[in-house]
């Protein structure tokens, strides 16, 4: 996959990562939406070193988009615990 591919990945798993953990967040849209992207790139690292399985085949494989969600999720919520949370 590509970049844009990437970038685009990233946008949908941040709107689906948004979906499963709603509420406010510090940055609103434009902070989620780079919290998505930077989730894919994650969540594509940590399952190539860590599960030993690279995602970067194609754009509609269910893994590959496990993983952007999962990176999305993880860096969504330590973006929650580092800048506060909306459920104060």
Not at 14 to 42: H, M, N, W
Not at 62 to 69: E, S, V
Request: hydrophobic share 55%.
């Amino acid at each position: 996959m590509g970049f844009i591919s990437w970038i685009i990945l990233g946008l949908l798993a941040g709107a689906i990562a948004k979906i499963l953990l709603p509420g406010r967040d510090p940055g609103g849209l434009i902070g989620t939406t780079l919290i998505g992207i930077a989730g894919s790139f994650v969540g594509g690292w940590l399952s190539a070193t860590f599960l030993h399985r690279s995602v970067a085949k194609h754009f509609y494989d269910p893994a590959t988009w496990g993983a952007a969600i999962a990176g999305s999720l993880v860096l969504l919520i330590a973006y929650r615990l580092l800048f506060g949370n909306s459920r104060d």
